[in-house]
């Protein structure tokens, strides 16, 4: 039967990854855009200690260039196995995933003062500063670990000072600049090159009532002139490298700058490429992935 005009598609790519690395692979899909990734375990390859699996990727979209970008992404960062030629995406019908995202969505604590709480639940009465998150095509709910450990940094930063201005890289749902404006943070800047997860972005700032204290845009990181006491980049290793430069150009001196989305066995390189000026005052690790905080001197 074929699909009505109203009814959502997506398609479905598969990736063939190593067993062990399955979530590092998801979690790298997720942020190049996946709205959610299965892993495919089946009882004979659990038998018999396979080392690789497929894992499936959903997307809205998914063109050749797309498809060949995320191969790629996931072979420089060692995580797509050697196989055969890989099967052609497959276009699906909703099956109702957005019902069923929304049951396993539950309330979600993080440190000691966030709560990340979807839209159609009521926020805990815990005394918890209360962060609706709808996903949408922005990375970013809290429950990967490269957002939540950016999150924890966040908190444990903005209770030691108070920063006056704040900058996050690559916003996607809008979660970390949401986050600032809930520690109290100043003025705050929110950038992503993609239009449909500033979309989301502003949509989450809505439904918090921050519309007003958050500034989201397209801009180049290069198009900015003032610095900031705080910045967070919660992208992949080689584009934290890439943009290093200017990260360090816009961090004001006593100024924070988090960095997450770090495989952990790529952690040092990215280090290598802040310090100096930047030194290294905090890091953690969680499920194979490194967040740091970088300090710049007075």
């Known amino acids: 039967m074929a699909a009505s005009q109203d009814t959502k598609t997506y398609v479905k790519a598969e990736f063939r990854v190593p067993a062990a690395m399955a979530d590092e692979a998801a979690g790298i899909l997720a942020a190049r855009g996946a709205l959610g990734c299965a892993a495919q375990w089946t009882h004979a390859a659990r038998r018999s200690g396979a080392t690789t699996i497929a894992l499936q990727a959903f997307f809205t979209h998914l063109s050749a260039t797309e498809l060949k970008a995320h191969r790629i992404a996931l072979k420089d960062a060692g995580m797509l196995a050697p196989s055969p030629p890989p099967s052609a995406p497959v276009k699906l019908v909703d099956p ?10 539950k309330p979600l604590r993080i440190g000691r003062k966030l709560l990340i709480v979807p839209p159609w639940q009521s926020a805990e009465a815990t005394g918890r500063l209360s962060i609706i998150i709808e996903p949408g095509q922005g990375f970013g709910t809290g429950h990967h670990a490269t957002t939540r450990s950016t999150l924890m940094a966040l908190e444990t930063q903005c209770a030691r000072r108070t920063f006056q201005s704040a900058l996050d890289v690559g ?95 790529e952690a040092a390189g990215v280090i290598a490429h802040y310090a100096p000026p930047l030194r290294r005052v905090w890091s953690r690790t969680e499920r194979g992935w490194t967040t740091l905080v970088l300090a710049r001197p007075h």
């Open 96 to 105: 109702g995933w957005a019902a069923m995202w929304k049951r396993r969505f």
């Open 171 to 265: 916003c996607g749902s809008g979660i970390l600049a949401l986050a600032m404006a809930r520690l109290g943070v100043g003025r705050i800047a929110a950038l992503d090159n993609d239009p449909n997860a500033l979309d989301n972005a502003r949509h989450n700032a809505e439904l918090n009532g921050l519309a007003h204290a958050i500034r989201f845009s397209r801009a180049p990181l290069r198009a900015l002139r003032r610095s900031f006491g705080l910045i967070t980049a919660n992208i992949l290793s080689s584009t934290l490298i890439a943009m290093a430069p200017e990260l360090v150009r816009l961090l004001a001196p006593g100024g924070r700058l988090i960095l997450s989305g770090i495989l952990a066995r």
